[in-house]
């Protein structure tokens, strides 16, 4: 887990959409597996890098099954299990990742869900087209002590399970402390200082 933190207007979420080609940069080029980014094809690119944003509320249309949006990754990207399984087994999968149920999903709209649920549920979707990186923005900062935990624990389980890369985007250091490897601190767009999560904040050179 490499966790980028800084103070609002520093970059962060800008660099974000730099790594999830919302925006392109306009000198330099960004790499990702020895390839450059903008290379990818937009499949290919959707398999290798799924994002995780703040707002779970924001990330669900309210007038839609939520179930309608796994369906739909599996039938974009052809997403099967290799085993000639149903749609609702490879969702189940999924959801069982982030410890939620097909039984618990099924026909059910956003508003049917609390924020934590929500947030888990957005990450089972990310998951389902089995990433190297996702691209985490405030991902626990609207949700209670508690859920932050769980969801913490979450990220910190899948990096082990799946050798996932995580790009952790915080304001909060307790958290970045939590779940980082390694801290990058941003400034005015650059990174600042760089090091191990435990060097970088217990001796801060910013």
């Not at 790594?19 to 330099?28: A, N, Q, S, Y």
């Amino acid at each position: 887990v490499f966790t980028l933190v800084g103070e609002s207007g520093s970059g962060k979420t800008t660099l974000a959409n730099f790594l999830l080609r919302v925006i392109k940069p306009t000198e330099g080029d960004i790499s990702f597996l020895g390839k450059n980014l903008e290379s990818y094809k937009k499949s290919e690119f959707m398999k290798l890098v799924q994002p995780i944003f703040q707002n779970p509320y924001e990330t669900f249309n309210p007038l839609k099954k939520v179930e309608t949006y796994f369906r739909s990754v599996i039938h974009k990207l052809k997403i099967t299990d290799g085993n000639g399984h149903t749609v609702e087994r490879v969702i189940e999968e999924a959801l069982n990742s982030v410890a939620l149920t097909w039984e618990e999903v099924k026909d059910k709209y956003p508003h049917e869900f609390s924020g934590g649920q929500l947030q888990r549920l957005s990450i089972a979707r990310a998951l389902m087209v089995n990433p190297k990186l996702l691209v985490a923005d405030e991902p626990v900062s609207m949700l209670d002590a508690s859920l932050r935990v769980f969801v913490l624990n979450l990220f910190r389980k899948l990096r082990e399970d799946k050798q996932l890369y995580i790009i952790y985007i915080t304001h909060d250091l307790a958290t970045a402390y939590y779940i980082s490897n390694y801290i990058g601190v941003m400034l005015r767009g650059s990174v600042v200082e760089v090091g191990p999560a435990e060097k970088v904040l217990l001796n801060p050179l910013h």
